[in-house]
């Protein structure tokens, strides 16, 4: 039976070094279906021993996350960030932990449960942006000077007038003197910017109600997670920061928009959805996309029992799909 998971995987690759120009597929899937037995044995191993087998899988490609990071994220930085989850992460397929690492890279986010978090979906690894992560991505579009999200509790001091001129329509002021349990429960979540220029944009308020609203129709992981009852979904463990989040999420409507931004929340809600989120990623190289997609095609094929009498799934042609047909009708004559 062929290893699925990356805690088999990576035994595999550490106990034979692959070639050196051999591609993520040829060390993460095994299509022969025959596996050593030992391998079998040690893939027992679980908790710090197997997250140090998969961090030293992952550094084997160490240059194609030098290549996807930018210039002031160094690459050990990066993955001594990922080395702290990746216990959780060790029954992942690893085309699918790649696909997540390599899609959290390109964005120039550490996946440190600030800017951003691997989360396991069953099988699958899902690169999941955080509110942090939402706000570096702002700074970068050159044109906000200063991001502000926060929580209102029920004892804080705060009013909102959308018909006031700003900055008066809306005020904050924390009880931070008082303990967390004085301060009282979150009422409200809000987000807000100062532009480069000096004006304020549009404040966002969500109250409990709001998020939970947007929890129930946007998020696939939510349903998911309800149907299987696991309730291990973010909305379920974080509930505040996700409704921090959307705040930001919404806020990112109304202040100017960069490429970047857009393709982030594109990737945030393909990842909810269970879908391919490198295709999202900025700068993505070609190789890197096909590799990307026939990774994840091995990954789903390999969930399957049924996978060898599942029609694949059409790959990318590097000529239209006409001109390919005509060149085998030009051969069959």
């Excluded at 978090?117 to 690169?127: C, D, T």
């Excluded at 979150?186 to 966002?204: D, E, H, K, N």
């Excluded at 409990?208 to 129930?216: G, Q, V």
Aim: charged content about 25%; glycine content about 6%.
């Amino acid at each position: 039976m062929a290893l699925s998971t990356l805690k088999a995987r990576v035994i595999a690759a550490t106990t034979e070094q692959p070639p050196a120009d051999a591609t993520v597929q040829a060390v993460a899937e095994d299509t022969n279906g025959s596996v050593p037995a030992q391998l079998h044995t040690s893939a027992q191993a679980e908790g710090d021993e197997a997250a140090d087998m998969a961090l030293s899988w992952l550094e084997q490609y160490g240059a194609d996350f030098t290549k996807a990071l930018p210039s002031h994220i160094d690459v050990k930085t990066f993955l001594s960030a990922v080395r702290a989850s990746l216990p959780g992460l060790v029954h992942c397929t690893p085309a699918s932990l790649r696909q997540a690492l390599l899609t959290c890279a390109r964005f120039g986010l550490v996946p440190d449960g600030r800017h951003a978090v691997i989360k396991r979906e069953g099988k699958l690894a899902v690169f999941v942006p955080m509110a942090q992560g939402y706000v570096e991505l702002m700074y970068r579009s050159g044109r906000v000077g200063s991001v502000h999200v926060g929580m209102v509790h029920e004892h804080d001091e705060w009013s909102y007038e959308p018909t006031a001129p700003s900055p008066l329509d809306f005020t904050h002021k924390p009880r931070v003197e008082l303990s967390k349990k004085e301060r009282g429960a979150p009422i409200l979540a809000y987000a807000f910017c100062w532009l480069t220029s000096g004006v304020r944009s549009q404040v966002i308020v969500l109250n409990r109600e709001d998020a939970e609203a947007i929890r129930d129709e946007y998020s696939q992981a939510y349903r998911r997670a309800q149907e299987s009852g696991k309730a291990d979904s973010f909305w379920h463990t974080d509930f505040d920061k996700m409704w921090a989040k959307s705040a930001l999420r919404r806020l990112h409507k109304v202040v100017p928009m960069s490429a970047e931004l857009v393709a982030l929340a594109k990737a945030d809600e393909a990842g909810d959805a269970g879908e391919v989120q490198i295709i999202h990623a900025p700068a993505e190289e070609a190789h890197l996309l096909a590799e990307a997609d026939e990774a994840h095609e091995r990954a789903e094929a390999s969930q399957d029992p049924k996978a060898s009498r599942v029609r694949p799934l059409p790959r990318k042609r590097s000529q239209p799909r006409r001109s390919t047909r005509q060149s085998r009708k030009g051969a069959r004559r």
